[in-house]
């Protein structure tokens, strides 16, 4: 299995200004010629160590309604009704977005097999469900789908899990009945309450268990006598908070194969293994070494790719009286930015 540094060697070597797209465009190759079967990649820099460029990226690198134009665009012109894999990367997103997207690739493809290479959380865990197998090995993670509720406060923006608000306020609840004294101590807690939090959270946990049941039950586990109840399962276990007690948790491979999800070793496929690893390695290049934060993209070089503009600006000598110089180097969003391949099948991606 090639190294980082022998892929970033590949790259180096080539000495052209498109190299990191021509090395990553060949290991998606290089998969698709291993399976027979056309390849999308969805992979987004959420774990970057580059704290500037995360600075400016912020939610766009989650699943939301605009991925529907990338997903769209790498897949209208494969063969309808094909077999094909999509490698995930993402930290998760929408849960209605993820549905519209599921919708629109189950409308065109009848087998749908997704790579996870390390990381697919929360929506993203659920687009997972919505395939017929998945591709895993031991770095290979999901996570609860658990929905998470978004709060306001004082200017600072604050995630709870809807299970966890319904506990709360049970618990709120128990307290002060049995001891309305206590009611004073509640109220600072109680009053981020809105007046339809509690149907909101209800709701939003029985859309992401819902969601999952019918993807596994229609797809996965199409054709089984026992496949309601195998849904039924997985998707209760996968949206049940008090299950993980984070939202951050793991969810591996040997859990999900416990849970009976159709899922393949890649370990078991020697060559496979290496290929989709050094894809992984040549999607981690491109965004350490370019302003990318979303790449959705095909075997067949067509792709959509979100991008940043990372400028370097050279101060001006100035009398000491005037404006003092701009920073140094700083970043602004390209508002109809693409990878830095011109390549005529890379579609412009605007940013919102």
């Known amino acids: 299995m090639s190294s980082w540094n022998s892929i970033q060697d590949e790259i180096v070597r080539l000495n052209q200004p498109d190299a990191i797209d021509v090395?990553?465009?060949?290991?998606?190759?290089?998969?698709?010629?291993i399976t027979g079967r056309p390849?999308?990649?969805?992979?987004?820099?959420?774990?970057?160590?580059?704290?500037?460029?995360?600075?400016?990226?912020?939610?766009?690198?989650?699943?939301?309604?605009?991925?529907?134009?990338?997903?769209?665009?790498?897949?209208?012109?494969?063969?309808?009704?094909a077999e094909i894999d999509i490698l995930l990367h993402s930290p998760g997103g929408s849960a209605e977005a993820t549905e519209s997207i599921v919708?629109?690739?189950r409308d065109r493809f009848s087998h749908i097999r997704f790579i996870i290479p390390t990381v697919a959380k929360s929506a993203a865990t659920m687009l997972a469900m919505s395939g017929e197998s998945l591709l895993m090995d031991e770095r290979s993670e999901l996570g609860p789908t658990d929905p998470q509720m978004v709060f306001v406060q004082d200017g600072k923006t604050i995630f709870a899990p809807a299970q966890?608000?319904?506990?709360?306020?049970?618990?709120?609840?128990?307290?002060?009945?049995?001891?309305?004294k206590k009611l004073?101590?509640?109220?600072?807690?109680?009053?981020?309450?809105?007046?339809?939090?509690?149907?909101?959270?209800?709701?939003?946990?029985?859309?992401?268990?819902?969601?999952?049941?019918?993807?596994?039950?229609?797809?996965?586990?199409?054709?089984?006598?026992?496949?309601?109840?195998?849904?039924?399962r997985i998707a209760t276990y996968l949206a049940t908070h008090n299950n993980f007690r984070s939202h951050g948790r793991r969810v591996g491979m040997s859990d999900l194969q416990a849970l009976g999800v159709n899922i393949l070793d890649m370990r078991t496929e020697p060559k496979l293994h290496e290929?989709?690893?050094?894809?992984?390695?040549?999607?981690?290049?491109?965004?350490?070494?370019?302003?990318?934060?979303?790449?959705?993209?095909?075997?067949?070089?067509?792709?959509?790719?979100?991008?940043?503009q990372i400028t370097q600006q050279i101060p001006q000598q100035q009398a000491p009286q005037q404006q003092a110089p701009q920073p140094p180097s700083t970043i602004s969003q390209q508002q109809n930015g693409h990878h830095p391949t011109r390549n005529r099948n890379t579609r412009k991606k605007k940013r919102r």
């Open 103 to 105: 919708a629109l690739l």
């Open 275 to 308: 290929a989709v690893r050094d894809l992984y390695t040549a999607i981690t290049l491109t965004f350490a070494n370019t302003g990318a934060y979303k790449i959705v993209e095909n075997s067949n070089k067509e792709a959509l790719i979100g991008m940043l």
């Open 184 to 232: 004073p101590a509640w109220v600072p807690i109680l009053g981020w309450y809105g007046p339809a939090l509690l149907a909101e959270c209800d709701n939003h946990l029985a859309l992401a268990k819902e969601l999952v049941l019918e993807w596994l039950e229609k797809y996965m586990f199409a054709g089984d006598p026992e496949a309601n109840q195998k849904a039924e």
């Open 39 to 81: 390849l999308v990649v969805y992979a987004t820099d959420f774990i970057t160590p580059n704290p500037l460029k995360a600075q400016f990226t912020g939610n766009l690198t989650i699943i939301s309604l605009a991925d529907k134009d990338g997903f769209d665009e790498v897949t209208r012109n494969l063969p309808q009704g």
């Open 164 to 180: 966890a608000i319904k506990d709360q306020f049970k618990a709120a609840q128990d307290d002060i009945n049995g001891d309305p």
């Open 23 to 33: 090395v990553r465009r060949q290991k998606m190759k290089d998969v698709q010629n």
